[in-house]
């Protein structure tokens, strides 16, 4: 990684996280940005790495559902070295923060899972805290997590996750299967909490909505399904402002014609991977609770053919939003970026590139938003020199007849 001292990185396009500086250059000093500038105004003798034309400079991508990465799976090895080895392989696709998360499982290894996040989290800059999906879901949502392990929450429970902490904590729970007031607790102590995994009537989301919920965890995927008499929490989620919904835009999990339809409701969306072991890694296969879980033709499924979380990473998931869902580029980098900062709480620190943000950015190239290059708190992580194969161009503009979403 190179020195952090001052310098400027420039680009035919510079997305703040608000608006596109054509000709632009972020000047970074030490961890954080200094400021977005014309290339013409530039300071006389600062160093600046010029990109190709008509590349992209962005946000860092923030991912907040990454269950593995680099061959690794969080569940089975729930480490420092395993987060620190799935951010690492994470990085070459754009991602430079993200939370670790750690599907259900035993109480002993969710405290493991708890303790190495919280030992990482403000001495590697990549990881934010800790994701928990699980162990509070519905055994009739669970996808493929392991119902034997799905449980209600205790006293120690409440003791870990409503305890002194840093960094965020972020708890996928169903409503349904959870006491009265619980969500509220967790609220109250600073955690988000988001719905999945969860066969809650509509009635039940709102009731856990007045307590505090504002996420909504792989929207459409493992909960109830919209339905005319009983909405659930999908037109739950896409009727308040005040919500946050993730996307899996793999073609896999969530037809795009759906995903299309969310971005036109009230809620704000989010790019996330879900992502499992084979990403950045060797291996196109991995064990999840003793099955063998392959990837094939991009798809990851356990042997009965269930999915199994994704082998999408966050610069596919951008270029698939704008091709799959015709967004515009701005709007795709938004959703990986200053949106998961915004619902986590660090909106203004992380997310965009203004005065004092944290110098998380990510490179694009300009025809098929390959990744060219990540900078992490201002340190340039080892740029990819050429684009992957098999990358086509990406349009620019939105195709058919479909509304552009708002922004937010």
Not at 75 to 91: E, F, G, K, V
Not at 284 to 312: M, Q, T
Request: charged content about 20%; glycine content about 12%; hydrophobic content about 45%.
């Amino acid at each position: 990684m190179s020195e952090t001292k001052r310098h400027a990185v420039a680009a035919g396009n510079v997305f703040d996280g608000w608006t596109t500086h054509k000709d632009a250059a972020v000047v970074i000093d030490g961890s954080r940005v200094a400021g977005v500038v014309a290339q013409s105004e530039v300071p006389l003798g600062l160093e600046v790495r010029k990109l190709p034309p008509g590349a992209w400079l962005a946000p860092g991508f923030i991912d907040l559902q990454v269950n593995g990465g680099g061959d690794v799976l969080f569940n089975n090895a729930p480490t420092p070295d395993a987060i620190l080895a799935i951010a690492a392989a994470h990085r070459k696709f754009g991602t430079t923060a993200l939370l670790p998360t750690f599907i259900t499982d035993t109480p002993a290894k969710m405290a493991a899972a708890f303790a190495a996040a919280q030992s990482l989290v403000g001495e590697a800059p990549s990881v934010l805290g800790i994701h928990l999906e699980g162990p509070f879901l519905s055994p009739e949502k669970a996808g493929v997590h392991d119902t034997s392990l799905m449980r209600q929450p205790g006293a120690k429970d409440l003791e870990m996750l409503c305890g002194p902490r840093k960094g965020t904590l972020l708890v996928t729970l169903a409503p349904e299967r959870v006491p009265k007031g619980f969500v509220a607790q967790l609220a109250q102590s600073g955690t988000r909490v988001s719905l999945g995994h969860s066969m809650a009537t509509y009635a039940e989301t709102r009731a856990a909505m007045a307590e505090g919920l504002i996420g909504f965890t792989h929207l459409f995927n493992a909960m109830r399904p919209l339905a005319a008499r009983e909405p659930g929490p999908i037109a739950a989620a896409l009727e308040s402002p005040e919500a946050w919904f993730g996307m899996i835009v793999d073609g896999f999990h969530v037809d795009p014609a759906m995903l299309r339809l969310a971005l036109r409701g009230r809620a704000r969306p989010m790019l996330v991977t879900d992502a499992m072991p084979p990403v950045g890694g060797c291996r196109s296969s991995f064990d999840l609770y003793g099955a063998e879980i392959e990837v094939i033709d991009g798809r990851c499924a356990n042997p009965d053919g269930r999915l199994a979380g994704s082998a999408l990473d966050m610069a596919s998931a951008v270029r698939n939003c704008v091709r799959m869902l015709d967004v515009p580029v701005e709007d795709a980098l938004r959703f990986a970026s200053r949106n998961p900062a915004e619902f986590i709480g660090i909106g203004h620190v992380l997310g965009g590139l203004r005065p004092g943000y944290r110098a998380d950015i990510v490179a694009l190239g300009s025809d098929t938003l390959e990744v060219l290059g990540t900078w992490v708190a201002g340190k340039e992580e080892g740029p990819i020199l050429l684009p992957p194969k098999g990358l086509r161009p990406v349009p620019t503009k939105p195709r058919g007849g479909h509304t552009r979403v708002k922004k937010t």
